[in-house]
């Protein structure tokens, strides 16, 4: 599933440094505005410990993990969304995006210049969702005349007409679409930005990373949605590491995990999505289905033809499997379930898939 998180944020906001750190990639990370010209694009894979179990207990030869697509955009500035430092070209390629992280620079350095002159998340954040919001605004205004006159034709069209009427009120208040809860579907043809999923990024210094009253001031500043809190340059830096050293380097600061482990779950689950589990000896792999699937439609991502063909699943839970130790032992305690085209996927099933055209996952 192509589905992709547009990063976003003020120049030298640390945009840039975080995307390096993701993608392990080295675009320019540069101390001044619009040093990312084009946006740039990472696949991400999601941390998830239970594919190097299965690989073990499959003896597989690979694992491969659920991914995102990370673009980096370049920063945004006051008066974006009326063209301002490039602002048309950057609006659109957040339009292709299906969720938006917004980094917000908390750390302050005296040799990297802040656009407008002091460090202060609140009023940056509020800053890009302005933008955005008159963005949307702009498309709203030059899509309602349209809608009215296929309003008057087509009674289907009426629906999207009052859903716009409603997304106006909505933005004129200075709220963003999705946090208002609006129902979306009506507006997907307009791909309004503030209609889709937040998530925000809190680039930190190191005090600041341990400042727990901070933190909570600033979580408070974007719910309900996540706030994710980490040093982009320390991030960077993990990267390079041996994993063992990466650990310790962890620890010897109080940090469970790296940022960039957070983030990559934390997108993964504000775009709504899950995954479930094949293990075989070629492969250990987790498959990345929408929340709520069903089993022929997460059959359907391995392959079409296995959608179209479905006939049944055979399913465990990951506890129950590694708790059995072998499907052989898991079957014989009866915890291997068969389940039909009405199944709703879990979280962490382990799956084969019987079709009538082939069979699927054990790779």
């Known amino acids: 599933m192509a589905l992709t998180i547009g990063i976003v944020g003020l120049p030298n906001a640390g945009k840039s440094t975080l995307f390096n750190a993701l993608t392990r990639n080295n675009v320019l990370a540069a101390n001044y ?28 030869e690979r ?28 609006l659109a390629h957040i339009r292709e995006a299906d969720a938006i992280c917004q980094v917000t620079r908390t750390f302050r350095d005296i040799d990297v210049t802040h656009v407008d002159g002091e460090v202060n998340p609140a009023s940056d954040i509020e800053t890009i969702t302005t933008e955005l919001i008159l963005a949307d605004l702009a498309t709203l205004e030059r899509a309602q005349p349209r809608l009215e006159k296929e309003a008057r034709l087509n009674k289907e069209k009426q629906a999207t007409l009052v859903a716009v009427q409603q997304a106006q009120e909505i933005l004129n208040s200075g709220q963003t679409i999705y946090r208002a809860g609006l129902d979306r579907e009506p507006l997907r043809e ?27 001031r600033l979580r408070a500043v974007v719910a309900p949605a996540e706030a994710i809190f980490l040093d982009a340059k ?15 380097f962890l620890a010897e600061m109080g940090i469970d995990e790296p940022g960039l482990d957070n ?9 709504g999505l899950q995954t479930y589990l094949t293990a075989g000896p070629k492969e250990s792999r987790a498959w990345t289905i929408p929340k709520g699937a069903s089993a022929p439609q997460a059959a359907g991502v391995i392959h079409t033809d296995f959608e179209k063909g479905f006939i049944k ?49 054990k790779k």
């Not at 930005?193 to 341990?210: H, R, Y």
């Open 263 to 271: 983030l990559a779950r934390v997108g993964f689950d504000t775009l």
């Open 33 to 60: 505005p619009f040093a990312t010209i084009e946006p740039n694009v990472g696949v991400v894979g999601v941390p998830d410990p239970r594919l190097a179990v299965l690989a073990k207990l499959f003896d597989s």
């Open 313 to 361: 699943a055979e399913v465990i839970s990951y506890d129950d499997l590694v708790e059995a130790g072998s499907m052989v032992t898991a079957r014989g305690k009866g915890k291997v379930r068969i389940e039909g085209k009405d199944y709703i996927m879990s979280d962490g099933d382990v799956v084969e898939f019987r079709s009538g055209l082939t069979s699927a996952a």
């Open 234 to 248: 320390i991030e960077s830096e993990l990267v390079e590491m041996e994993p063992d050293e990466a650990t310790d």
């Open 190 to 216: 307009l791909f309004l930005l503030t209609a889709k999923p937040f998530l925000f990024v809190f680039n930190c210094d190191t005090d600041e990373l341990a400042d727990e009253e901070l933190k909570s």
């Open 63 to 90: 694992i491969v993990p659920a991914t995102v697509s990370f673009v980096d955009i370049a920063g945004i500035v006051r008066g974006a969304s009326k063209g301002e430092g490039m602002g048309n070209a950057f």
